[in-house]
């Protein structure tokens, strides 16, 4: 290890669906956060880390910042401003273009009123030009002011190097917070359940999978082989959306179930016995008490 250890917390944000939890996979070299192309994709607060022989980085991938429409909305934009607040550095997540809609002006004004460094990273960079590149630079600039800027493709895993060296260059000398061989503080079972929420993320209608919560009822890993039996359920808040979930014979459900279960695999390193059933509860994300139930606490 160098003589001058850096660490520290940064802040992932960005309006929804602009790559920020497929940024955080691609830096620390794992799949954590789940991705889909809707809205409301991560919704708690998820801690992952990087570390080399220069410094440690615990990255903070935070919910889309946008207005709130019901109390899990709310919510998720608490833990995104509160997120801004506690960290070192903040890495602003945009596209590469020079159209600034509502979404990043909303941005723009939590972070004008934080005090920490800001990082812009221009996502995406794959889908354009390098002149389109250069314009959507000169535009950030005029609304911002940032301690560096750097464009990437966290689709193609470009220029990440050059992320991970401009991070740790704004960071504090400091200790090593988690041992080097960790990647997440994330419990298997959160994992799990959102590996199943990403699947219908991406196989269900657009407006069900935003009114769904999954919960994982049973984990546990069978003594006499490498196996590991879950039992899961999926929240939906209609009775019709239960209908579509579960599909005509089960198939959307079974189609959901298989998807994820290689996934698991993938991430257990062992045979997964999945079984999934739906429950309906109705406007559970206007519940304060089934939003704390299904695991979205503000502590």
Same mark, same amino acid.
């Given at each position: 290890?160098?003589?001058?250890?850096?660490?520290?917390?940064? *802040? =992932?944000?960005?309006?929804?669906?602009?790559?920020?939890?497929?940024?955080?996979?691609?830096?620390?070299?794992?799949?954590?956060?789940?991705?889909?192309?809707?809205?409301?994709?991560?919704?708690?607060?998820?801690?992952?880390?990087?570390?080399?022989?220069?410094?440690?980085?615990?990255?903070?991938?935070?919910?889309?910042?946008?207005?709130?429409?019901?109390?899990?909305?709310?919510?998720?934009?608490?833990? *995104?401003?509160?997120?801004?607040?506690?960290?070192?550095? =903040? +890495?602003?997540?945009?596209?590469?273009?020079?159209?600034?809609?509502?979404?990043?002006?909303?941005? =723009?004004?939590?972070?004008?009123?934080?005090?920490?460094?800001?990082? +812009?990273?221009?996502?995406?960079?794959?889908?354009?030009?390098?002149?389109?590149?250069?314009?959507?630079?000169?535009?950030?600039?005029?609304?911002?002011?940032?301690?560096?800027?750097?464009?990437?493709? *966290?689709?193609?895993?470009?220029?990440?190097?050059?992320?991970?060296?401009?991070?740790?260059?704004?960071?504090?000398?400091?200790?090593?917070?988690?041992?080097?061989?960790?990647?997440?503080?994330?419990?298997?079972?959160?994992?799990?359940?959102?590996?199943?929420?990403?699947?219908? +993320?991406?196989?269900?209608?657009?407006?069900?999978? &935003?009114?769904?919560?999954?919960?994982?009822? &049973?984990?546990?890993?069978?003594?006499?082989?490498?196996?590991?039996?879950?039992? *899961?359920?999926?929240?939906?808040?209609?009775?019709? &959306?239960?209908?579509?979930?579960?599909?005509?014979?089960?198939?959307?459900?079974?189609?959901?179930?298989?998807?994820?279960?290689?996934?698991?695999?993938?991430?257990?390193?062992?045979?997964?016995?999945?079984?999934?059933?739906?429950?309906?509860?109705?406007?559970?994300?206007?519940?304060?008490?089934?939003?704390?139930?299904?695991?979205?606490?503000?502590?």
């Amino acid at each position: 290890m160098k003589d001058t250890f850096k660490s520290g917390f940064v *802040a =992932i944000c960005g309006r929804p669906n602009v790559g920020k939890s497929t940024l955080m996979n691609r830096l620390i070299g794992q799949k954590i956060a789940i991705t889909s192309s809707k809205a409301q994709t991560t919704r708690n607060r998820i801690q992952t880390v990087y570390t080399s022989s220069e410094g440690q980085i615990i990255f903070l991938d935070t919910p889309g910042i946008n207005r709130a429409k019901n109390k899990l909305g709310e919510y998720m934009l608490n833990v *995104a401003q509160q997120t801004l607040s506690e960290v070192d550095l =903040i +890495l602003w997540i945009v596209e590469p273009t020079t159209f600034i809609g509502a979404g990043e002006r909303y941005i =723009i004004d939590a972070l004008s009123q934080t005090k920490t460094p800001v990082i +812009l990273v221009i996502n995406k960079t794959d889908t354009v030009t390098e002149k389109e590149i250069l314009e959507a630079i000169d535009t950030y600039k005029g609304v911002l002011s940032f301690s560096d800027i750097v464009p990437v493709s *966290a689709l193609k895993g470009r220029n990440q190097e050059e992320l991970i060296k401009t991070i740790l260059a704004r960071l504090p000398e400091g200790p090593m917070y988690y041992d080097e061989d960790t990647v997440t503080d994330q419990p298997e079972r959160s994992i799990v359940a959102e590996l199943i929420r990403e699947q219908a +993320l991406r196989l269900l209608d657009k407006e069900i999978p &935003h009114g769904i919560a999954v919960i994982i009822e &049973h984990m546990k890993e069978r003594t006499d082989k490498p196996l590991i039996d879950i039992d *899961a359920v999926i929240i939906c808040e209609r009775d019709s &959306h239960k209908g579509i979930i579960i599909g005509k014979q089960g198939a959307m459900l079974k189609k959901i179930g298989s998807r994820s279960r290689i996934r698991m695999e993938q991430l257990l390193d062992c045979k997964v016995n999945l079984h999934l059933w739906v429950k309906v509860k109705k406007d559970w994300r206007d519940s304060d008490t089934l939003i704390r139930n299904f695991g979205y606490r503000n502590d």
